[in-house]
């Protein structure tokens, strides 16, 4: 298994709310700022991944939004625009905008159609090798394992056609751990654990994708060092605090709530965490986030989050 | 003009209503959130409520205390009400959404015969919609709502929405579904096959098709769709009727939300795209607030204060008898609980602020404050549901 970064496609997944489009976008930003040309691509066209760069809306034809770091929006129309424009050298969009507008409609119903436009591209930039590197804000624990088993499907569904043919270089290219590499976040709580637990066992089972690591997001720090939490018991009675409130003039209590807050967190999440650990095949490392207290979740966010990562990575 | 008479609780909202919705981006918590509002609701208005999820919660099966949730409704035991210490005037049922299940049953009821049903099961384009295809589920999902709904056997049904990519994805569905099965162009890929020949031969579509996917692919997709048009009359017609009742006056969608920004820009999407579409928003519920002490102006110069002299502090108190440990051991845990609240106070600050501005066309707006350990059983479900009931 060859290093995250050293792969040419890496695939970020994650339940909601974990944080998988920070992660994504800091993984891309710390290729890029260690000198690789790099793609970073969102696949759900929310516009979440121009929000961690704070830049302008991204769209399918890529810009450069930091040196050496280009973002893109998946758009499974203008992939098939351009799939059919290179792949049957149609004329250009005036010809095929009808024509697109039917292959939406069978999209609709027929399986894998728009997995398959949205694995094809990446796969296809990987292929290309403009880039040294492609990150995809993927699809959700939920339907990732359907995008990535697109290409099998279609194969299997599919007999003869230019179609098939495509379908197994993406196949090729997906199942080369030396390229391709999935990445899960998770944070240290109850179903982000399981469905990560869940993921990595369907991965393993239903595709043929490798598992490159998982990134644990929000890992609170440990309040204290060793016999500070007694110390603190001691501190937190009622006698105490009002001394406390005292000494400072001002009410203490909150603060001793909060760290009391910090410890139960903490405590909870650390029984998710090992849970985590014991789920997931012990040859996939975890890399660790810690939780940030920042004012936003913009390009500040993702500068730290990609500096945690180096960090966890050995860079 | 007067203005329309709207609940102002929860608790109103529940008793007014016979569908709630809980909608929402990824991981705000609307499963948690549906079962507490349906527990709560069969607690104390009494009835048959029902709570449908279409999470695969096998731990909201455990904390609800029945065995496995799945498509046909289990009653969550009385017994387990009275041990959460609130015994309950109504019943509690708990379903689960199982997509392929709920596909398979509405082909053998809308299907002319059952050949034809069998044919649709069997083929293998099928299989693949009802189990795979994204939106299928959303669509399924009310699908499902509806037939419940219409059974009559519930008072009030709670349910919580699929992760859609888009969160309007669900509430289009069953017209994109309608539309779908009654456009033209479904009719002439299904047209019977000499006349498709000559009709399509001619279209570019299908000479680029046909080099793309080649012709059996195209002949299975034909099939399949000529099979499926065999429903269409009975399936539009339903699809219809979903549709009007999620823009029903008895039904309220409750949008949940964390107040961190990704998905409360999105609620703040959906509740707009709600009012536009001309479905009911009930309620806002921010879910995962941090307490409101974490403002508090006195504390905050506590921590500071704490934070800038810990070791003076720790000597203050030795020297009022209230040392809690060696002096250097004091200063160092408070300086650590100032800092930690003092990064707390950061996030509830920046919590505060987002909730502030948040721009919603609905008074109903309750906060659920952070648990901070985890939702696992009845008890814990009927504490959440109590902070934003009345």
């Known amino acids: 298994m060859g290093d995250l970064l050293d792969r040419r496609l890496v695939l970020v997944t994650g339940k909601g709310g974990v944080g998988k489009t920070t992660v994504a976008a800091s993984l891309a930003l710390l290729a890029s700022q260690r000198g690789m040309r790099t793609l970073a691509c969102e696949v759900d066209a929310k516009g979440d991944l121009a929000a961690v760069f704070e830049t302008g809306p991204t769209a399918f034809a890529e810009r450069e939004v930091q ?53 094809g591209k990446l796969a296809y930039e990987v292929r290309q090798g403009r880039y040294d590197l492609v990150v995809v804000d993927g699809a959700a624990t939920g339907h990732v394992v359907g995008q990535l088993a697109a290409p099998q499907a279609i194969n299997e569904l599919v007999q003869v056609g230019i179609i098939r043919e495509q379908t197994r270089w993406m196949l090729d290219i997906l199942s080369d751990p030396d390229q391709t590499g999935m990445v899960i976040v998770a944070t240290p709580e109850e179903m982000p654990v399981n469905e990560t637990v869940e993921l990595a066992a369907r991965l393993r089972d239903e595709t043929t994708v490798d598992l490159a690591a998982v990134v644990v997001n929000r890992v609170l720090p440990e309040l204290f060092g060793r016999g500070e939490e007694e110390a603190f018991e001691r501190l937190a009675t009622p006698a105490r605090v009002g001394a406390l409130s005292e000494a400072v003039g001002a009410d203490a209590g909150p603060v001793v709530d909060a760290a009391r807050l910090a410890v139960t967190l903490r405590r909870t999440r650390a029984d998710h965490l090992q849970r985590l650990r014991a789920g997931v095949d012990p040859s996939v490392p975890l890399l660790y986030v810690p939780y940030l207290f920042l004012r936003s979740h913009g390009l500040r966010a993702t500068h730290q989050v990609a500096e945690a990562l180096a960090a966890e990575l050995g860079y | 003009m007067e203005r329309p008479r709207t609940a102002v609780s929860i608790e109103q909202l529940l008793a007014a209503k016979e569908i709630v919705v809980a909608c929402g981006s990824g991981g705000v918590g609307k499963t948690t959130t549906s079962a507490a509002l349906a527990a709560m609701a069969a607690a104390r208005q009494g009835g048959k409520v029902l709570v449908l999820t279409v999470d695969p919660a096998r731990r909201l099966a455990d904390a609800l205390g029945v065995r496995a949730i799945g498509n046909d409704a289990r009653r969550v035991p009385a017994a387990a009400f009275a041990e959460a210490g609130t015994p309950a005037r109504g019943e509690l049922w708990a379903a689960m959404l199982d997509t392929k299940k709920s596909w398979d049953d509405l082909v053998v009821q809308h299907a002319p015969d059952r050949r034809t049903a069998r044919r649709i099961l069997d083929n293998k384009l099928y299989e693949n919609i009802a189990g795979r295809f994204v939106q299928s589920h959303e669509y399924i999902a009310m699908e499902r709502l509806y037939q419940l709904h219409s059974e009559g056997s519930y008072d009030l049904i709670v349910v919580d929405t699929p992760p859609t990519r888009n969160a309007l994805d669900f509430l289009e569905a069953p017209e994109r579904m309608a539309e779908f099965f009654s456009s033209r162009f479904l009719r002439v890929l299904t047209a019977p096959a000499r006349s498709r020949v000559v009709n399509l031969a001619s279209r570019p579509f299908f000479t680029v098709a046909d080099r793309v996917l080649g012709s059996q692919f195209l002949h299975d997709i034909a099939e399949f769709f000529s099979l499926f048009q065999t429903m269409a009359p ?132 309750v906060s659920v404050p952070y648990f901070d350990t985890d939702v696992c059983d009845l008890g814990d479900l009927l504490r959440l549901a109590e902070r934003v009931w009345a």
């Open chain 2, 234 to 365: 009975g399936f539009v017609d339903r699809a219809r009727s979903v549709s009007r009742l999620l823009r029903d006056h008895r039904t309220a969608y409750v949008v949940v939300t964390t107040l961190e920004a990704a998905p409360l820009h999105e609620a703040e999407v959906f509740v707009r795209a709600l009012g536009e579409r001309g479905f009911h928003l009930g309620a806002v519920v921010l879910n995962r607030v941090l307490p409101p002490w974490l403002l508090d102006d006195g504390a905050a110069t506590a921590a500071a204060q704490l934070a800038e002299d810990p070791a003076g502090v720790a000597k203050a108190l030795a020297a009022q008898g209230a040392a809690a440990g060696d002096d250097a051991q004091v200063a160092r845990v408070l300086g650590e609980i100032a800092e930690s609240f003092l990064n707390f106070q950061v996030v509830a600050q920046r919590e505060a602020e987002q909730r502030a501005e948040l721009a919603v066309s609905t008074d109903l707006v």
């Open chain 1, 67 to 119: 040196p050496r770091l280009f973002a893109m929006t998946m758009d499974t129309e203008a992939s098939l625009k351009e799939y059919l424009a290179l792949q049957l050298r149609l004329p250009v969009a005036a010809r095929i905008g009808p024509l697109a507008r039917m292959f939406d409609f069978v999209a609709t119903a027929a399986p894998g159609v728009r997995e398959i436009l949205t694995i």
